[in-house]
């Protein structure tokens, strides 16, 4: 951990004598720091919004015009807040909406509106959203006339999820396909081919995607000196929000915008970088006193949010980081219980210790949306959204649909219900539209035919619906009609027919249609292991539908808001809750198997495990499981490292295996 010196802040004008009173110590130097570089490191929980807020309004109140500032931010509505409390602080005649404020995007198609020309682009050019590119890049691989229909081939949603990586981290498109999809490096020349055809279509229909609005942006800084010092010589003060989730491509824009004044305030927390995945650099925030050797370094490390005993634990966290700057977080808070580690039989009973203590926690007069469980991966919750079913406690799924919701989920159980019930028609048609190139009409026709021979798969019905395919489809449907005649000529269990299909054609579809393929095969890994505990199939399906429905067991929905979360610790920062549980505290699960061997990597599960028990703000729960799988085919589980770098006297332990 690198520890740097704080610095004192600077000049306080009479218009800012009231800061004092506003701000604690650590937060008033920041705000004030005189002109220059300036890093602001704010620990979770610090007020990083009230510090960013306050220097806006003090720039304004000391010299700054409003046109002169930029504010970049990585949301609309964090930008809009900011503005919005930064007006109550000035005077009512500084004009602040004036300030160019917004995300790195935003500002991209500001400038490049009036400038495109500059670049050879038409300044009423179209912004294509993901959905716009996934289609386009599509069309431009139905252009090389390549042999989409083959699964195995990447569809535009995995195409564009490279694409952006590759371009936002500078990278050429080979280390980003090892990085997102290495399945497909054999593929690395037809799918260069196909993002040449995406660019050379977006320019001839006038389209610019988003990381255009960073790309061109950028470029038109680098080869237009005369726009280039419009825009240095203009902002006089840049300030940047969040800044340990900038990409290269923002960090070098950041660099490039301040570069003739100098006057640039980063504000952001290392101990928070979590999203490499996205092309994120922890290097931009760890490295800025480098690059900005005369820097002042502010630390921001009062908290607000937890309890001290919480606080304590978070910091031990950090003591073992080998890479970052030093924090130590104070509380405001007082005091309250230890977390708590509990450590459950399995799993299952990870899942009904939690359920059953969210129940109490209500019981006690603790509201549902007061509750969090955070989680590394969406599979993990699986058990536990039964178990709250079961007992009806009604939650929402922040990271996303709820686990049976899930369209890989929801193909694999339309496997289950055509083997349980082959007269089944949405389960059948939801099969065919999977096939290359077959439609709503297709399958209809395609169902009409297997409907008038019962449903099953005879020889007669699979040869008749073969010609109502195109050709494209034909092999996959001879694959598809082998997989469900397997299944309807014996009777596996639920477990058994979900091996089957993972074991046939499914797993290539999912990999050619979905990005994040090795998570979604995850899912259905852990799908496969929960269904192991019946053996009836139609008690399963039966038992998944009632678990699929939003109402409680009293017959009515709760109130809006009346609802545990359940969050991917990713999707979860920047919230808080009175109570949070972190489950899956395991090797293997968090950090990920995948992590064990890259210690950066290793290293950014660890801030991830930091972020998540910095939510809580009373009480805090880490739940680490002994055994996972299937009834008696179960593995035994090791602790997690993040659980067993605390000290003991930093968290009870509850020891459930034997009750």
């Known amino acids: 951990m690198r520890t740097l010196p704080e610095t004192g802040g600077g000049k306080l004008f009479p218009r800012d004598a009231d800061l004092g009173r506003e701000l604690n110590p650590q937060q008033l130097a920041a705000v004030t720091a005189p002109p220059g570089p300036v890093l602001v490191i704010a620990g979770a929980g610090s007020g990083k919004t009230r510090v960013v807020t306050y220097r806006v309004a003090h720039l304004l109140r000391n010299g700054c015009r409003p046109e002169e500032v930029l504010l970049l931010t990585f949301t609309r509505k964090a930008a809009a807040e900011m503005l ?39 300044n009423d050019y179209t912004i294509l959203d993901r959905e716009d590119s996934r289609q386009l890049l599509d069309a431009a691989a139905g252009e090389e006339n390549l042999d989409t229909a083959v699964p195995r081939f990447p569809r535009g949603s995995v195409l564009l999820e490279v694409l952006s990586f590759a371009r936002n981290t500078r990278s050429r498109l080979a280390e980003a396909l090892t990085v997102k999809e290495k399945h497909y490096r054999e593929l690395l020349p037809e799918i260069e081919r196909v993002c040449r055809t995406y660019e050379r279509k977006k320019r001839e229909l006038n389209y610019l995607d988003f990381d255009d609005l960073l790309l061109l942006f950028l470029r038109l800084l680098d080869e237009k000196p005369r726009i280039r010092r419009i825009y240095q010589e203009r902002f006089k003060a840049v300030m940047v929000d969040e800044y340990q989730d900038t990409n290269a491509v923002q960090a070098e824009l950041v660099d490039i915008l301040a570069s003739t004044h100098r006057n640039l305030t980063v504000v952001g927390d290392d101990s928070q970088s979590i999203y490499s995945f996205r092309g994120a650099e922890f290097k931009n925030i760890r490295d800025f006193p480098l690059r900005y050797r005369d820097c002042r370094v502010y630390t921001v490390e009062q908290n607000y949010r937890s309890t001290p005993e919480i606080l304590n634990l978070a910091n031990e966290v950090l003591r073992v980081a080998r890479e970052g700057f030093q924090k130590n977080l104070h509380p405001v808070r007082p005091a309250g219980p230890l977390p708590v580690l509990a450590r459950t039989r399995n799993i299952y009973h990870q899942a009904e210790f939690v359920a059953g203590r969210i129940s109490e926690m209500r019981d006690d007069g603790i509201p549902l949306e007061g509750v969090a469980v955070l989680y590394r991966s969406h599979y993990h919750s699986l058990e536990l959204q039964l178990e709250l079913t079961r007992r009806g406690l009604p939650f929402s799924v922040r990271s996303g649909l709820r686990f049976f919701e899930l369209a890989h989920i929801k193909d694999v159980c339309a496997y289950l219900k055509v083997a349980a019930n082959p007269r089944d028609e949405l389960a059948w048609k939801r099969l065919l539209v999977k096939l290359p190139r077959v439609g709503k009409k297709t399958a209809d026709k395609a169902w009409k035919t297997l409907a008038a021979a019962g449903g099953g798969i005879s020889r007669r019905s699979r040869e008749e619906v073969a010609k109502l395919l195109p050709a494209p489809a034909r092999a996959g449907w001879q694959r598809l009609a082998e997989t469900v005649s397997a299944c309807l000529s014996r009777e596996p269990s639920p477990a058994e027919l979900i091996e089957a299909v993972l074991e046939g054609d499914y797993p290539e579809y999912l990999m050619s249609v979905f990005p994040n393929y090795e998570s979604r095969m995850d899912d259905l890994r852990q799908f496969s292991d929960y269904a192991a505990r019946w053996r009836d199939l139609t008690g399963f399906l039966s038992d998944l539908a009632l678990a699929g429905g939003d109402e409680s067991d009293d017959g009515f929905a709760p109130p809006p808001g009346e609802a545990v979360t359940l969050s991917t610790i990713h999707q979860a920062k920047g919230l808080e809750w009175k109570a949070v549980f972190v489950i899956w505290l395991a090797e293997g699960k968090f950090p990920p198997a995948g992590c064990l061997g890259d210690p950066a990597a290793l290293e950014e599960e660890r801030r991830l495990f930091y972020v998540a028990v910095t939510r809580s703000e009373e009480e805090l729960y880490l739940i680490s499981p002994a055994r996972a799988g299937r009834g008696g085919e179960e593995t035994g589980l090791r602790s997690s490292r993040f659980v067993g770098e605390l000290p003991p006297d930093s968290y009870e332990e509850w020891d459930l295996r034997y009750y």
Not at 86 to 91: G, I, M, S, T, Y
Not at 93 to 102: A, D, S
């Open 84 to 122: 919005r409390r930064a007006a109550r602080l000035v005077e009512a005649e500084v004009e602040v909406e004036k300030i160019w404020g917004g995300t790195f995007h935003h500002v991209g198609n500001l400038v490049l509106r009036r400038h495109a020309d500059e670049l050879g682009l038409r």
